[in-house]
């Protein structure tokens, strides 16, 4: 499977994206599909992940309410909304894939190149 993201920019604090997860090849399908983050010098973070076949969606805390993960197995995509930015949400977005519903980047078996997400005050 191969995984692109896309929709990363420059935004303003209280503004909103939504982040892309193409996928090709593989059964897209059958997979969990998990958002994480980077930020300069920090570790990779756990944001959410959604389940592949109910679209159920599991949340780090700190995004509750704000951060929303969709998916269309159809179009072989997933989205991450980001509602309220923060200029602390600044960071290289991820999306990947796996056979489990996990916080750990372990547990994900496909990664996309990440997009950049950074949030001005």
């Known amino acids: 499977v191969q995984l692109q993201a896309s929709g990363g920019g420059l935004v303003q604090t209280g503004d909103s994206l939504r982040l892309s997860c193409a996928a090709s090849?593989?059964?897209?399908?059958?997979?969990?599909v998990g958002w994480f983050r980077q930020a300069p010098g920090k570790e990779r973070e756990f944001m959410g992940v959604?389940?592949?076949?109910?679209?159920?969606?599991d949340y780090v805390n700190s995004v509750k309410g704000r951060f929303t993960i969709s998916r269309d197995n159809a179009k072989s995509t997933v989205w991450l909304h980001l509602n309220n930015l923060k200029p602390e949400d600044t960071a290289v977005y991820y999306c990947a894939c796996g056979p489990s519903n996990t916080v750990r980047p372990e547990g994900y078996v496909y990664w996309g190149q990440g997009t950049l997400v950074t949030v001005s005050s």
């Open positions: 090849g593989g059964t897209f399908g059958t997979y969990f």
């Open positions: 959604i389940s592949p076949q109910h679209s159920k969606a």
